[in-house]
């Protein structure tokens, strides 16, 4: 299925539920639907069409308005579009990133910082934090990534290039420029995804632990279900993704795919894995959920090693390599 | 390419004698120069001057001995700083473990305790697990004559400083790695996976607060000819250093004694404790006399490959012990 049919098909499925919630095969709709789609639309939209074909030296001149009687020329608006897709505040440079992650989340004392024309409103097209935007600042909001501005950065240096060249067509030094800072905003968008699966994974971690836990001592399992489902929509958004920047993420797809699976893990260990003719899940048995619940850690082994990621929020083994760090190297042999 | 090997050996080399968590970081060395200060003024009457020349005594740190520890720290350092990455990680072995436990546990228990509670024990018990396997792989150094041909390098050491600690084989310096990483990998696995990120350890300076009350109290005049010894049902449970120079010591009935480190349990348990003998003048090496080639280069990384070679030519040759190992197949 191509990415705008998966979107339809979860959309049949969810107007058949409970306000986007199936609680027979722990999918999440709403969650799916909206991080998916946050892939398939604005990640594709911007990286596989308006950072990419549409630099091209033909498409969308530099040299033309982009429409009869526009103010801005069709690279300037190919450019302006992908940034849209992107998400910060077009002052996103001279905040840090807890401040637009403050201002995402509606939070009182972010207001000043987000209404950059004083006006006393925020324009949600130019001052608010949204999509993979708010999750590049939840990202650095640990300080170990600046995703956020590596990304805006490129984005603005990349528009003045574009603005400097009057109007005129982009030679091909400028274009090779351009490219380049369009592979800055590539790869480092990726990585934003990539580390909110990431986080994700960890969630799902802790929620089938949890669940389980549960399960054993019969205690009330609903809230600790509806969470872990709702967890599980976001990891599969986020994975999924991914694979719609465009590029063939190969065997890494194949893994993620295969550890994550089609659903989560529920209670009698089964899982979704397959769809008939006629549209319908096919459940059959799976793993344990404590079985399910080491295959994110390998979800987040992989993310991290294949992506490159330095966040790693919600890092499950983060205590493995931080004790081993304390504990220095191995390799003196003060052996007496 | 070279650059870096310069720098990396260069900050390997710096961290030997700056980090606390180093048996010579330079804050130890001077405790024990301290330590041994007192015990010469205050118990052996030593005018202070003539206390502080014992110490320094050029004809111990100017040997032929103590020339080749030197030549076989940097020559190890160097062979290191390229072994290094090579070197099976604690952080992978914790990973496996990790996985291993959860999997095969089947689920992840939860445990409360204070977080302090929790860094306590696992200090403890890291320093326990170490100890012990640093007593257990020297043991096996001594038993095994494959192993002993390489660990013979440490022992042939005529006079000692604490430099001499280094004074090892470089096959020996791998064993001992992968040991250090094996007990630190399968400890940090079994704590995170017992009490999740509660898990941390008590430090001094950034070493373990354990290795660190051990090494202040002069760790480093083991490798000395200071005999420091403690008060007799102390030695019982703490290796004093003249313990260990025991352990180096050329008379026969010193021969296989106290292999600990820190702990003195491990000796008395596998009956190899030997108390220390104040009265005694020991000498230091494998044999009484020394031979003129005991501190050449190709004596210390040479010679063991070809006794080791040897030995298991040997053994193969020996058909009772072929026997057992196609019988054990
Ligand atoms: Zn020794
Ligand atoms: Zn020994």
Known sequence: ?336 | MFETFISEFSSDIYANFFDPRKRLFIGYLGCALLIALAWLTLLKKQQIKHAWRTCFDKQVWFSKSSQADGLIFIINRLLFTVLAPALLAKLTIATFMFQWLQSTVGYRPLILLEDWQIAACFTLWLFILDDFARFYLHYLMHRWPVLWAFHKVHHSARTMTPLTVLRTHPVEGVLFSLRSSLVQGISIALFVFLFANQVDLITVLGANVLVFAFNVTGSNLRHSHIAIHYWQPLERWLISPAQHQIHHSTATRHFDKNFGATLAVWDRLFGCLHLSEPDTQLSFGISKTEEPDEHTLKQLYLQPFAEAVLLVKNALRKPRIFKILIQRR
Request: proline residues 1%; glycine residues 8%.
């Open chain 1, 1 to 336: 299925m191509t990415g705008p049919e998966v979107i339809e098909f979860m959309i049949k499925k969810a107007a058949a539920t409970n306000k986007g919630f199936d609680p027979l095969t722990g999918l999440d709709y709403t969650q799916l639907i909206s991080k998916f789609a946050m892939g398939a639309v604005f990640y594709n939209q911007a990286v596989d069409n308006y950072l990419d074909e549409k630099l091209e030296a033909g498409n969308k001149p530099n040299g033309k308005a982009y429409k009869e009687g526009t103010a801005y020329t069709g690279k300037e608006h190919v450019w302006d579009e992908a940034f849209g897709y992107f998400g910060v505040p077009a002052h996103a440079l001279t905040m840090d990133a807890k401040t637009a992650y403050a201002i995402a989340k509606g939070k009182k004392d972010a207001f000043k910082a987000a209404d950059a024309n004083n006006d006393g409103m925020i324009d949600l097209k130019t001052e608010m934090t949204f999509a993979h935007g708010y999750y590049a600042a939840n990202a650095d909001k640990g300080g170990k990534s600046d995703y956020m501005h590596t990304i805006t950065k490129a984005f603005i240096d990349g528009r003045e290039l574009i603005t400097s060249a009057n109007g005129e067509d982009l030679t091909a030094e400028q274009r090779e420029a351009l490219m380049g800072y369009a592979t800055v905003i590539k790869t480092n968008w990726e990585k934003v995804i990539a580390e909110a699966a990431f986080k994700y994974a960890g969630s799902v971690y802790k929620d089938a632990i949890a669940l389980q836990a549960a399960v054993e001592s019969n205690a009330d399992i609903e809230k600790l279900y509806r969470k872990y489902a709702k967890h599980w929509g976001e990891l599969k958004g986020f994975a999924m993704s991914l694979q719609t920047g465009g590029k063939d993420l190969g065997e890494t797809a194949v893994q993620l795919n295969r550890l994550i699976g089609f659903s989560p893990v529920l209670l009698g260990n089964t899982q979704i894995t397959g769809i008939d003719a006629e549209g319908n899940y096919q459940q059959s048995n799976s793993v344990s959920l404590n079985e399910y619940a080491l295959n994110m850690l390998k979800v987040q082994q992989l993310l991290k090693d294949k992506f490159s990621l330095v966040a790693n929020n919600n890092d499950q083994l983060a205590n493995l390599s931080d004790l081993a760090d304390k504990l220095g190297s191995a390799d003196s042999a003060e052996n007496d």
